[in-house]
Antibody, heavy 118, light 108 residues
């Protein structure tokens, strides 16, 4: 069974970089699929941050593109998110997910709350 | 980007009743790449329907999806106690993928 688990600091200071890692079990990232980061700010809808293919090809939401980096480490079966210059508006529950071009996101992590505050 | 509107914020229904949830897109969804998810607090979202009408693996047949173009529907034929949750739609045919705000199905 495919499982995803987000990890990383729950509190980040304004202007710093948010860093999260998604550990995948039950499936080898190197075998394919896209791997995505999605977030839900408090009281708002889900927002696609970006995704990475197992080969390293990335797509970033234009609204966040200047601040986002997604990377993959197939040896650890992990992929990561870095979001720079964060503000309170980046406070959200962050989810990682496996994304397919035909079925949408078929597996998700439980999500992790990241709060941006001094 | 495509905006998805789920006009029903909350549906208050009883177990055994039929639930009909709507999702309207601001422009046509390419190839009917529309998915529905169930989300319960503290859990990972669960894929129910993809391609507007295909049930994901292991999803009971009381869940069905329909629609095309800009109007989509998720139907739960008879609500079971475990079905009370938030449901949200997603289009993944155009970049960036976008989501509806969700509809909460609560026990009446």
């Amino acid at each position: 069974q495919v499982q995803l688990q987000e990890s990383g600091p729950g509190l980040v200071k304004p202007s710093e970089t948010l860093s999260l890692t998604c550990t995948v079990s039950g499936y080898s990232i190197g075998n394919g699929y896209y791997w995505a980061w999605i977030r839900r700010p408090p009281g708002k809808g889900l927002e696609w941050i970006g995704n990475i293919y197992h080969s390293g090809t990335t797509y970033y939401n234009p609204s966040l593109k200047s601040r986002v980096t997604i990377s993959v480490d197939t040896s650890k079966n992990q992929f990561s998110l870095q979001l720079s210059s964060v503000t309170a508006a980046d406070t959200a529950v962050y989810y990682c997910a496996r994304h397919t071009t035909t079925r949408g996101c078929d597996y998700w992590g439980q999500g992790t709350l990241v709060t941006v505050s001094s | 980007e495509i905006v998805l509107t789920q006009s029903q914020g909350t549906l208050s229904l009883s177990p055994g009743e039929r639930a009909t949830l709507s999702c309207r897109a601001s422009q046509s969804v390419s190839s009917s790449y529309l998915a529905w998810y169930q989300h319960k607090p503290g859990q990972a979202p669960r894929l129910l329907i993809y391609g507007a009408s295909s049930r994901a693996t292991g999803i009971p047949d009381r869940f069905s999806g329909s629609g095309s173009g800009t109007d989509f529907t998720l139907t739960i034929s008879r609500l079971e106690p475990e079905d009370f949750a938030v449901y949200f739609c997603q289009q993944y045919g155009s970049s960036p993928p976008t989501f509806g705000l969700g509809t909460k199905v609560e026990i009446k």
